[in-house]
């Protein structure tokens, strides 16, 4: 309790969005659930980034995934920056958008040049698995939308607005009707 009497308030959820490049799909998907949160009010209960495991950091979000989110009123503003180990102990969910930056975000977690993570870990999962528990093989990846021209982006961010949803109903509860 605090001092006043009353319970302090609950730690925001703090989500982290892992692709390859941190240009296309994660920033789209960091922008999506900040929009989405902040529609339900847990603007204040949730904390969202991105990152890639190979960014060139300082890269604004790619033109196609600004286009598409600018089209259902999202801002994309970020710049794109690297995972690095200590996220994996920042952030509750780090949430991956293929079996390749699976595979890469995993090797982080165990012993390697940069040591091991200390402290609270993540949950670390494909993202597609949040809407889709039963996913299995390629349908367990959010495809990189970059060769895919427009219908590719608007594909990739109804996904992702699905992962958004389900997330927040996961930990916040469903979302109110209408």
Same mark, same amino acid.
């Given at each position: 309790?605090? $001092?006043?009497?009353?319970?302090?308030?609950?730690?925001?959820?703090?989500?982290?969005?892992?692709?390859?490049?941190?240009?296309?799909?994660?920033?789209?998907?960091?922008?999506?659930?900040?929009?989405?949160?902040?529609?339900?009010?847990?603007?204040?209960?949730?904390?969202?980034?991105?990152?890639?495991?190979? $960014?060139?950091?300082?890269?604004?979000?790619?033109?196609?995934?600004?286009?598409?989110?600018? $089209?259902?009123?999202?801002?994309?503003?970020?710049?794109?920056?690297?995972?690095?180990?200590?996220?994996?102990?920042?952030?509750?969910?780090?949430?991956?958008?293929?079996?390749?930056?699976?595979?890469?975000?995993?090797?982080?977690?165990?012993?390697?040049?940069?040591?091991?993570?200390?402290?609270?870990?993540?949950?670390?999962?494909?993202?597609?698995?949040?809407?889709?528990?039963?996913?299995?093989?390629?349908?367990?990846?959010?495809?990189?939308?970059?060769?895919?021209?427009?219908?590719?982006?608007?594909?990739?961010?109804?996904?992702?607005?699905?992962?958004?949803?389900?997330?927040?109903?996961?930990?916040?509860?469903?979302?109110?009707?209408?």
């Amino acid at each position: 309790m605090d $001092a006043d009497g009353s319970d302090p308030p609950a730690r925001p959820l703090r989500v982290l969005f892992v692709c390859h490049a941190n240009l296309c799909r994660s920033p789209l998907a960091e922008g999506i659930l900040r929009h989405r949160a902040a529609e339900r009010g847990l603007a204040d209960r949730v904390e969202v980034d991105s990152a890639g495991t190979y $960014a060139m950091d300082g890269s604004p979000p790619h033109p196609r995934s600004v286009a598409i989110a600018r $089209a259902h009123g999202i801002d994309l503003s970020g710049r794109s920056r690297s995972l690095e180990p200590e996220d994996l102990a920042r952030f509750d969910e780090v949430l991956v958008m293929d079996r390749r930056n699976l595979a890469d975000v995993e090797r982080y977690v165990r012993l390697s040049a940069f040591g091991r993570v200390e402290g609270p870990r993540a949950r670390i999962r494909l993202a597609r698995t949040v809407a889709d528990p039963g996913a299995r093989g390629a349908d367990l990846d959010v495809p990189d939308p970059f060769r895919g021209g427009a219908e590719g982006y608007a594909r990739v961010f109804e996904m992702l607005d699905r992962i958004a949803h389900a997330l927040l109903d996961e930990r916040f509860g469903p979302r109110p009707a209408g």
